[in-house]
């Protein structure tokens, strides 16, 4: 009989932490057991983070090893109170506002690839102890955050087990469209040198769809290396849905409204300004129509966008700016919906990427907007209903989506197609990552 392998999880964020980029990592520390993977997990003892969600502790077996390194970046809540006090400056008091705007300022560009960088030393720290307490046989490292990338290499360097380096987005689009990214030449040569070294310690990657697979893939061979790459999609979870089922939602139905739902966080890659101008274009034609229309939105939000969801309710729409919800009530209310929306903004590297809510939109089988640039995903909605899509250019095609909703022209939910749905699910998704752990081990016997 084969013993039992064990891989070491390095992810910075996990439970009790909440929020979508937890859903994958804690998913593949549930069920790789099922495939004769046994996990431990390296994680921040005192994350600097906005959400907790202690109920998806629920999802961990008793015997998941965990092990808890410190980080030295100050809490969450510090990180927004200077924040809070830089946007009350006044004139008055010029200096000490542009004092702390340089402090920030340099902050960003000192800690590469991010914040959690302060998390590396105490983390690599605890990998090695954990490593020389418990037999592994190999390491992954899932990012965003990037530094758990540097944190895998580094252990993975000291204790010769193969890393695999699992994007849930591409380093390159996350340097590029996060809010805080850093604009200067020297950061983005850094954080490329950075990447390199990774790559160059890695036997395999991993990301979420197949267009990044292959770009990322393309970075290693720039890197001067030839990796094994996957394609293993996000997904959605069927013991999530049945624990749905018996949740309310976050809020009542309104009676008499058409409920479109946006889950997730609202920022500068998944913009609702084209659903704004939409619904304001509608409004100018028909006012009543819109004044049937609740758009509720679960999720962080950027102040940008939370000024697009004011364009929304200033024509007569009801707008619902919820803020994180516990997973199941999230579910429950997607499930809610009369239609869900699905968005990415039409820049450049966008046609890579994959919202993970799209997994679990396709599963609750409720009608998708997707307002998104063609590429991988758009194609993957269009499988499940050919009328779902429009660009995020369309401003006319989208108010032409909702003007039919919204008049009750469009009825039937459409029943998506159960092979397609079935293969996003979370068990079979850690199947295959099972399945690739197994041949590494199997090409490292030979």
């Known amino acids: 009989m084969n013993r039992r392998r064990r891989l070491l999880l390095v992810s910075y964020h996990f439970p009790p932490v909440g929020g979508a980029g937890v859903q994958r990592p804690v998913k593949f520390a549930r069920y790789l057991p099922e495939f004769g993977w046994d996990v431990s997990v390296l994680q921040a003892a005192n994350p600097s983070v906005p959400l907790l969600d ?20 100050p809490s969450y809540a510090a990180k927004q109170a200077v924040n809070m006090r830089e946007g009350a400056n006044t004139a008055a008091t010029p200096r000490p506002s542009r004092l702390r705007r340089l402090l920030k300022s340099a902050a960003t560009v000192t800690l590469q690839p991010d914040a959690q960088i302060l998390w590396l030393p105490d983390a690599v720290r605890h990998g090695r102890q954990l490593l020389r307490r418990l037999p592994h046989d190999a390491i992954l490292a899932t990012a965003p955050t990037y530094t758990n990338l540097l944190v895998g290499a580094l252990l993975a360097k000291h204790s010769g087990l193969p890393l695999i380096c699992d994007y849930r987005d591409e380093w390159d689009i996350s340097s590029t469209y996060w809010e805080n990214a850093p604009k200067a030449r020297l950061a983005h040569a850094v954080q490329g ?18 267009a990044s697979t292959a770009r990322v893939a393309m970075r290693a061979g720039e890197a001067g290396v030839t990796l094994v790459a996957r394609c293993i999609y996000n997904g959605w979870d069927a013991g999530d849905l049945a624990e749905a089922a018996h949740v309310a939602p976050a809020l009542p139905r309104m009676p008499g409204t058409f409920r479109l739902v946006y889950a997730g966080t609202l920022w500068n890659l998944t913009s609702i300004a084209p659903v704004a101008a939409a619904v304001e274009l509608l409004a100018r034609e028909s006012p009543a129509l819109v004044s049937r229309l609740e758009l509720v939105a679960v999720g962080r939000k950027t102040p940008d966008q939370l000024a697009q969801l004011q364009r929304v309710a200033a024509a007569g729409a009801t707008v619902e700016n919820l803020d994180y919800a516990p997973h199941p009530v999230a579910l429950a ?9 699905l968005l990415l903004s039409d820049v450049p590297g966008a046609e890579r990427v994959a919202p993970a809510k799209v997994f679990e939109y396709l599963a609750v089988r409720r009608p998708i907007l997707a307002v998104l640039p063609e590429g991988e995903i758009a194609e993957l909605v269009r499988e499940s209903d050919a009328d779902s899509h429009r660009l995020p250019s369309d401003v006319t095609g989208i108010a032409s989506w909702l003007r ?10 459409p029943a998506g197609n159960d092979a397609q749905i079935a293969r996003f699910e979370r068990r079979a998704l850690s199947g295959e990552l099972a399945g690739l752990l197994d041949e590494l081990m199997a090409e490292r016997a030979t």
């Open 333 to 341: 209310t997607m499930t809610s919906a009369d239609a869900v929306l």
């Open 193 to 210: 040198r950075m990447q390199r070294f990774v790559l160059r310690r890695s036997a395999a990657i991993v990301a979420t769809t197949k």
């Open 54 to 73: 202690p109920t998806l502790l629920d999802e961990l077996s008793a015997d998941t090893v965990i092990e808890k390194a410190r980080t030295f970046e």
């Open 404 to 413: 039919h909703r919204l008049a009750g022209k469009v009825n039937a939910a």
